[in-house]
C-alpha cells in the first residue's frame, strides 16, 4: 500500500505562489507515475499535471501551463507542484495521486488510472 500526503496548500493572493508537496509512505512511488488533481465543490476531479517515474517527461492541463511545474525527489519518495501568478480560479482541493505504471515511461492523466489518492489540501486564492 501507498499513502501519499499532500502539504503546502493555504490562502494566498491573486498573483503569488504556492509550493504543494507531496510525501508517499508505506512504499517507494520512485517507479510510480504521479499526478496532481484538483477538485471544486459540485464538479469533477480534474488533472493538473502528471509526471513519469524518472520525472523526464511531464504534462500539463492547458490551465496550467507556463504558470505550474510539476517535479519529483525519488530520494525523497516526494513530488512537488510549484504553482505561481495563481488566479482565483486555481482555487480548490488539490489532490495527489499515484499509479504503478504500465509501461515505465507511461503518463497518465485520468482519474480513474490511478490506484493511491492522498486526502487533499486547500488552496485559495483571492483576488
Known amino acids: 500500500q501507498v499513502q501519499l500526503v499532500e502539504s503546502g496548500g493555504g490562502l494566498v493572493q491573486a498573483g503569488g505562489s504556492l509550493r504543494l508537496s507531496c510525501a508517499a509512505s508505506?512504499?517507494?512511488?520512485?517507479?510510480?507515475?504521479m499526478g496532481w488533481f484538483r477538485q471544486v465543490p459540485g464538479k469533477e476531479r480534474q488533472i493538473v499535471a502528471a509526471?513519469?517515474?524518472?520525472?523526464?517527461?511531464?504534462y500539463y492541463a492547458d490551465s496550467g501551463k507556463g504558470r505550474f511545474t510539476i517535479s519529483r525527489d525519488n530520494a525523497k519518495n516526494t513530488v512537488y507542484l510549484q504553482m505561481n501568478s495563481l488566479k482565483p480560479e486555481d482555487t480548490a482541493v488539490y489532490y495527489c495521486?499515484?499509479?504503478?505504471?504500465?509501461?515505465?515511461?507511461?503518463?497518465?492523466?485520468?482519474?480513474?488510472?490511478?490506484?493511491?489518492w492522498g486526502q487533499g489540501t486547500q488552496v485559495t486564492v483571492s483576488s
Open positions: 509526471i513519469t517515474w524518472s520525472g523526464t517527461n511531464t
Open positions: 508505506g512504499r517507494t512511488v520512485s517507479s510510480y507515475a
Open positions: 495521486a499515484a499509479v504503478n505504471p504500465f509501461l515505465a515511461g507511461n503518463l497518465y492523466v485520468r482519474e480513474a488510472e490511478y490506484d493511491y
